[in-house]
């Protein structure tokens, strides 16, 4: 008998949904806000047919229900909001994840901060509808968490897990293939890939989670606009090939700057066990963390960069670079640390400036 398999990202990243075909490889900029009675929709906060072209090819991509925001702060609030009756963020979660679940627990108690050396501890304290959010790779520390042994832990409980997969993208890692119950992603980042647009996903494993959290977006107003949902959509185009090119290109880095500075340097390809062909993360991604002595030898670094950009920010086609603690927030990252974020340029071009300012800094 013939096997069909499921074609690779690269191939399905390339098919439109079939009412759009009309207009050409990409969908249409839907800008209604009014619908008149018997049309698709009745209000522009409740759907369009924009998203709907990018949640499309994002549930493709992650086998479930995806549904767009307009941030990926947009997209952490719904799934704090409805997906579980108490959750426990991972605390070396995104600054800005903790920010909200700081700003949240004076209004809603149930939300809670987790030390990620407590994570069995608290698997094991879960109960029935508990959620558990994390982040792998973490960001900025690049840890890496295993997520199926993590979703089994969790299920046998009867609590539920959620993956922000961000700077890992469907393309390396797919969460809800490995047990987890929701993925979210930051599309501001990779999946839209040019620095240029706001925008947020979450994809759900169920028709539950899915309607809670469509209904959490449509009440919370937290909606992408349809010219955000155009940019993240071509972005997806050539998702595949900026994320393996950066990708790679990280790895070569990653193992010279290892050989340059030692254990300064911390990436999540380093983490066998997890990441890899054939493992959790197909590959280690297009991130890449130095942890300097001091701040003062961390902004020397960064200051003596000269292709890399001094930014916040990540997943663009440029490469970026930035000492994380100099944001007052960012309280539980060391002080010398400075996350790389890898872009398209070419990796001998990047390693001549991090080499030359490394010199420069530890002179």
Known sequence: ?????????????????????????????????????GQRSVYGRH????????????GELEGGQALAFASGMAAMLAVLLSVGARAFVVADAYMGTR??????????PQLYVAESSQLEVLVESCEPGDLVVLETPSNPLLATYPIAELAAALHRRGALLAVDSTLATPVLQQPLALGADVVIHSASKFLSGHADVLGGVVVAGDDVLASRLAEARELTGGVIGPVEAYLCFRGMRTLAVRVERASATATELAERLRARVGTWVRYPGFNEALVGRGRQQAAGGAVIALVFPTSAVADAFVDALELFHHATSLGGVESLAERRSRYPAEDRVPEGLVRLSIGLEDPEDLWEDLDRALTVALS
């Open 47 to 58: 759907t369009n047919s924009t998203w709907e072209a990018f949640e499309a090819v994002v």
């Open 1 to 37: 008998m013939q096997q069909h398999r499921r074609p690779a990202v690269a191939t399905r990243l390339q098919a439109a949904p079939s009412e759009d075909r009309l207009f050409g490889p990409n969908p249409a900029v839907a800008l209604n806000t009014t619908y008149y009675e």
């Open 99 to 108: 920010q909200l679940v700081s700003w949240l627990r004076e209004r809603t």
